[in-house]
């Protein structure tokens, strides 16, 4: 299961850009805890303890306790805006987490024992098709990361989500009936090869039908072409009476 973070939190009671502003700028951001069937609650959270959990990467799929002055509350992020010019938060929403709440997550994919692979150790490399999975996943079950064993896997095979052991009542959620997670692809100068292999072949073999090389003599027996001119020492042809 991703790791429950803690955050210090204090209830907010001001709305609106100007209050907003205010707590900026004493290093706090606004945010709101929904769901569950119960009333919005409007906090503040701690900028410091925000952007480095934003930063780390994962933030939308781990379930956080949030501290609102001694009161826990499990949530998971729903979303949050950055600034778009100075990129820092300025606003996060908190789903509530109930006893059998499922959500819907993007789950990271990571690799393993890639020294293990007959295809890397041929200098093949990792196409990776979906570096996150979406899942529906009950809130106690959300995973770290899907985790891929690369153990045995060659140039040209295929790692599918059937391969890949999920949490207990996780579902994927993708039209694909079999996801394709990665592939184990040659390296470049081997495809350059093989691409330029059929073509020196080609090259290579004279052309069906191909007309001599100018200068060159008729085959033995040949009839000399329509109008051409006999070949030097050989006797004219008689003329017609």
Do not use: C
Request: positive net charge.
């Amino acid at each position: 299961m991703a790791s429950s973070l803690v955050l210090k939190a204090k209830a907010r009671s001001g709305v609106g850009k100007g209050a907003a502003r205010a707590l900026r700028r004493e290093g706090w951001i606004p945010a709101v805890i929904y769901g569950d069937k119960k009333d919005p609650l409007p906090i503040s959270i701690s900028y410091n303890e925000a952007m480095k959990n934003i930063y780390a990467g994962g933030f939308l799929s781990h379930v956080i306790t949030v501290d609102l002055e001694g009161a826990q509350h499990r949530v998971i992020p729903r979303d949050y805006q950055l600034d778009p010019v100075k990129d820092f938060a300025m606003h996060v929403d908190f789903l509530r987490i109930g006893a059998h709440t499922k959500l819907n997550v993007q789950v990271a994919v990571h690799f393993i024992n890639h020294e293990e692979s007959p295809g890397l150790k041929k200098g093949g490399v990792i196409n990776v098709v979906h570096h996150t999975v979406e899942l529906s996943v009950p809130a106690e079950s959300i995973p770290e990361a899907l985790t891929i064993d690369l153990t045995g896997k060659d140039i040209g095979d295929s790692i599918h989500i059937s391969s890949v052991q999920l949490p207990a009542g996780a579902k994927v959620r993708s039209h694909e009936a079999d996801l394709t997670i990665a592939t184990i692809a040659a390296p470049s100068a081997l495809k350059s090869e093989e691409a330029a292999a059929p073509a020196a072949e080609a090259a290579a073999a004279p052309a069906a039908g191909a007309a001599p090389a100018k200068g060159a003599a008729p085959a033995a027996g040949a009839a000399p072409a329509k109008g051409a001119a006999p070949a030097k020492g050989a006797p004219a042809a008689p003329a017609k009476k």
